[in-house]
């Protein structure tokens, strides 16, 4: 199983970036995918996920209202608009998935990770 994400990059404050992050070997339309980010000297965190039941979606408050999970479930893939991004969301981002059916915002939770994609988001 693999989880491949992707669409990092350097932006200004204020702009957009949308990340990608393919998973292949399995199928996850049933489970909760997620990302998580963990910035230089900080521990990982928890940003968004989102499950099949009602599309349901949770976010950090950090990042509420201006990121947005969604997933195409035929191409089991997750992505994260993110919008209005300003320096503290610099981080390495990296994509989650989870069959243990513990819950859905800890690293925890998770079983399945991708490698992460470095986000950096200049003043």
């Known amino acids: 199983v693999q989880l491949q994400a992707s669409g990092g990059g350097l932006v200004q404050a204020g702009g957009s970036l949308r990340l990608s992050c393919a998973a292949s070997g399995r199928t996850f339309s049933r489970y909760p995918m997620g990302w998580f980010r963990q910035a230089p000297g900080k521990e990982r965190e928890f940003v968004a996920s989102?499950?099949?039941?009602?599309?349901?979606?949770y976010y950090s408050d950090s990042v509420k209202g201006r990121f947005t999970i969604s997933r195409d479930y035929a191409k089991n893939t997750v992505y994260l608009q993110m919008n209005n991004l300003k320096p503290e969301d610099t981080a390495v981002y990296s994509c989650a998935a989870t069959t243990r059916g513990s819950g859905y915002y800890t690293a925890q939770d998770y079983n399945y990770w991708g490698q992460g994609t470095l986000v950096t988001v200049s003043s």
């Open positions: 989102m499950w099949r039941g009602g599309d349901t979606t």
